[in-house]
């Protein structure tokens, strides 16, 4: 499961990315002016807006929807086992930290955001094949 969590936080990452360039494009295409972004302003500030909109990408769909657009590709879901907004939050800023990724060896199967947000991530597709 762990290699598709893999696959489905990189699609993720993808999306936003595409996302962002299609954001700024359309930006730019339109503005026109002292309100239009130049290409190096773009550049510089790209890991700033990354950082928010991946917040605010992971927050919102896994709180709502329990799954983002790369688990749901992969048959993955969220389990909440307290379905807060702070755990939420939580789960979508720690992910962000590189050394999350090393208390898969401590915590068996979870990463450090599952942990401290208190949410486990099931593989669906196992649970249909069970049916």
């Known amino acids: 499961m762990i290699i598709k969590r893999f696959f489905a936080y990189a699609f993720d990452v993808y ?25 190096v302003y773009i550049l510089e500030n790209f890991r700033n807006y990354f950082v928010a909109i991946s917040i605010f990408y992971f927050l919102a769909t896994e709180f709502l929807f329990n799954k983002t657009l790369g688990k749901k590709i992969f048959k993955l879901e969220v389990i909440f086992t307290d379905k807060t907004f702070l755990s939420a939050l939580i789960r979508s800023i720690i992910r962000l930290f590189p050394f999350d990724i090393f208390f898969i060896l401590i915590f068996k199967d979870r990463f450090l955001h599952d942990y401290l947000s208190k949410t486990y991530v099931v593989d669906r597709s196992k649970l249909e094949d069970n049916k």
């Open 15 to 39: 999306f936003i990315t595409v996302v962002q360039l299609l954001l700024f494009n359309f930006y730019r295409y339109f503005s026109t002016g002292v309100s239009s972004l130049s290409m």
